[in-house]
Nanobody
Framework: QVQLVVTGGGSVQAGESLRLSCEAS????????MGWFRQAPGKGREFVAH????????YYGASVKGRFTISRDNAKNAVYLEMTSLTPEDTALYYC???????????WGRGLQVTVSS
């Protein structure tokens, strides 16, 4: 069972920045990804970004590309989400995700509230 410890989030004005952190208790022996999803009130869960272990590449959702950056600290088995140029549309609960692709398993951290006011 992978445990995820998350920190960050908060309330900011539009245009400001925030950083989220997620540290995993273990790694997977097969390809896995660490990243973030978010869920705004009344909406479904949306992919934000993740890092993949097989190629160490990063992937972004269309709505955050160019504004958010995900980075990886291998020593800490952690990922960080730097969110810049925040808008009210970024307001959501942000969930850290640890995904093992084969067999498919998802682990989730507790949600972090991000609130952006105009």
């Amino acid at each position: 069972q992978v445990q995820l410890v998350v920190t960050g989030g908060g309330s900011v004005q539009a245009g400001e920045s925030l950083r989220l952190s997620c540290e995993a208790s273990e790694r997977a022996s097969s390809t896995y990804a660490m990243g973030w999803f978010r869920q705004a009130p009344g909406k479904g869960r949306e992919f934000v970004a993740h890092w993949r272990s097989n190629n160490e590449d990063t992937y972004y959702g269309a709505s955050v590309k160019g504004r958010f950056t995900i980075s990886r600290d291998n020593a800490k088995n952690a990922v960080y989400l730097e969110m810049t140029s925040l808008t009210p549309e970024d307001t959501a609960l942000y969930y850290c995700n640890f995904r093992i692709f084969t067999p498919r398993r998802d682990y989730w951290g507790r949600g972090l509230q991000v609130t952006v006011s105009s």
